[in-house]
């Protein structure tokens, strides 16, 4: 079956980065779309950044400058790289797929926690 198992995250201070890791199993990473997907306490999920099959990547707010979305079909694995953190990205973040060329996410990951604080 399908397995994403993320990595990374944590407790980390303001102003510091963070790269959170997802790793596929059970499907040809290389043929689907990972996007990422942040819920912060109290709120709803809300798009991150994806990462087509083509290495397009979008993202919510392309001028924000702080997100990066990548990934290595080599290690079956997709990435989102967040710098100069804020409180306000403390948030349980996740990855999903979507079949190349659509935005419907099948398949997600189990969360990795983001806390941001001093």
């Known amino acids: 079956q399908v397995q994403l198992v993320q990595s990374g995250g944590g407790l980390v201070q303001p102003g510091d980065s963070v790269r959170l890791s997802c790793e596929v199993s059970?499907?040809?990473?290389?043929?689907?779309?990972m996007g990422w997907f942040r819920q912060a306490p109290g709120k709803n999920r809300e798009f991150v950044g994806s990462?087509?099959?083509?290495?397009?990547?979008y993202y919510s707010d392309p001028s924000e400058g702080r997100f990066t979305v990548s990934r290595d079909n080599g290690k079956n694995t997709g990435y989102l790289q967040v710098i100069s953190l804020k409180p306000e990205d403390t948030a349980e973040y996740y990855c999903?797929?979507?079949?190349?060329?659509?935005?419907?996410?099948?398949?997600w990951g189990q969360g990795t926690r983001v806390t941001v604080s001093s």
């Open positions: 999903a797929l979507a079949r190349g060329g659509t935005s419907t996410y099948e398949y």
């Open positions: 059970g499907r040809s990473f290389s043929m689907y779309n």
């Open positions: 990462v087509w099959t083509t290495g397009k990547t």
